[in-house]
């Protein structure tokens, strides 16, 4: 045999036994891997998008001319507090406050639309197909009669609108709820269920809070919060069904040991669980 044969037939050979490890490595069956239970916390939480409704009112110029705003975006004033000047010519006009809120220089237009008297038309692309896109009245601009000029807003008294997805049950009128806000600081704010509109899927909630971020803002995606659960975390995987209930395998002297635990929660990939102590380790793929 000459060389060249020799050297392919060695060739082949080491292909085939590359390619029959490389098949063995695929299809064989996962070895058992211990895991350590570890203490920690889980939340079950969905995404949505959520437009907010203010209870406020707009005031619109009565003149023409140039403005000089008297108080600064955002300050709390009283009814029949001056808000701004308006000079047309030798002429100057002031105007005043209606009532007594937090002043807000910014619109955007849907100041009727997305209001406590409307919300029961809301629908879904009302909420999901929102944007935010406010103008601002600045010192020195020139309006025009009946040009919108301010907003004065209540802010005890702040609701936003939330649709729920399809897959999400909706809660009960009257029940807590607890609402993150990524793009803003991540804080949790609580909220009261006030009113459903059932047809559309949206759910209206009065905020117990109320920040500067929320004066010029119509919309922003939100984490709803079903529930947070703290305690004893496990990979769903080590965690499987018996007659008796959930259970999960730990090494044993001789073979694996079955215990049995309450999943007190969790979300598709962890869960907290009632029988096992932090520094505990069970199998993540038991053999049953």
Request: charged share 25%.
């Amino acid at each position: 045999m000459s060389k060249n044969n020799k050297k392919n037939l060695f060739l082949i050979f080491f292909c085939s036994v590359l390619l029959l490890l490389l098949i063995i490595f695929i299809y064989s069956p996962p070895r058992d891997v211990l895991y350590t239970v570890q203490y920690g916390e889980i939340r079950q939480d969905f995404s949505t998008q959520a437009v907010f409704i203010r209870d406020e009112f707009t005031v619109e110029s009565q003149y023409s001319g140039q403005v000089n705003i008297l108080v600064g975006e955002g300050e709390r004033i009283r009814s029949g507090s001056p808000v701004l000047a308006i000079k047309d010519g030798e002429e100057e006009f002031t105007v005043y406050a209606f009532d007594t809120g937090v002043i807000s220089f910014k619109h955007d237009g849907d100041e009727t639309i997305y209001s406590p008297d409307n919300w029961e038309n809301l629908t879904r692309d009302m909420v999901t197909g929102a944007r935010n896109n406010f103008s601002s009245l600045r010192d020195g601009n020139r309006v025009r009669d009946d040009q919108l000029l301010f907003r004065i807003v209540n802010n005890f008294s702040l609701y936003i609108a939330i649709f729920f997805p399809p897959e999400q049950p909706i809660p009960s009128e009257g029940s807590s709820l607890r609402i993150e806000f990524p793009r803003l600081d991540r804080e949790i704010y609580w909220g009261q269920i006030v009113d459903i509109v059932f047809r559309e899927r949206i759910v209206i909630v009065e905020l117990r809070q109320f920040i500067d971020e929320f004066l010029s803002l119509r919309t922003q995606p939100i984490n709803v919060i079903k529930g947070v659960f703290r305690g004893s975390v496990v990979p769903r995987e080590a965690i499987f069904e018996t007659e008796e209930g959930y259970a999960v395998l730990m090494p044993g002297r001789d073979q694996p040991v079955q215990r049995t635990v309450k999943v007190l929660g969790g979300n598709e990939n962890k869960a907290v669980v009632d029988g096992l102590t932090p520094g505990d380790e069970i199998f993540l793929q038991p053999n049953q």
